[in-house]
């Protein structure tokens, strides 16, 4: 099992920043990967940032390239999002995830969602 706790969300003007945390407990060590999704009301449910922390890749959706930055905290068992020059587009519940990560992308363990955390940019 893993449990993961997404913290940090909060409410914020155009052009501010916020930092996400993801708290992971249980058989962390079983998953090799990590990433943030988001999901808005009526939208699909969208992969934002994905790491590797064996294989050492990192990659971000075309969205938030430059403004976003994933990071993992080993000693912690704790993956990040740090979020600048926010957007309202950026408005969501954003989730956090295990898994692995291959030639094909991020694939997330879907049994282990947590309770996401909102944010909201105004305008």
């Known amino acids: 099992q893993v449990q993961l706790v997404e913290s940090g969300g909060g409410l914020v003007q155009a052009g501010g920043s916020l930092r996400l945390s993801c708290a992971a407990s249980?058989?962390?060590?079983?998953?090799?990967?990590g990433g943030w999704f988001r999901q808005a009301p009526g939208k699909e449910r969208e992969l934002v940032a994905a790491?590797?922390?064996?294989?050492?890749?990192?990659n971000y959706a075309d969205s938030v390239k430059g403004r976003f930055t994933i990071s993992l905290d080993n000693a912690k068992s704790t993956l990040y999002l740090q979020m600048n020059s926010l957007k309202p587009e950026d408005t969501a519940v954003y989730y956090c995830?295990?898994?692995?990560?291959?030639?094909?992308?991020?694939?997330?363990?879907?049994?282990?969602w947590g309770q996401g955390t909102q944010v909201t940019v105004s305008s």
């Open positions: 790491i590797s922390w064996t294989a050492g890749s990192i």
């Open positions: 249980g058989r962390t060590f079983s998953y090799y990967a």
């Open positions: 995830a295990v898994g692995v990560y291959s030639g094909s992308g991020f694939k997330p363990h879907l049994d282990y």
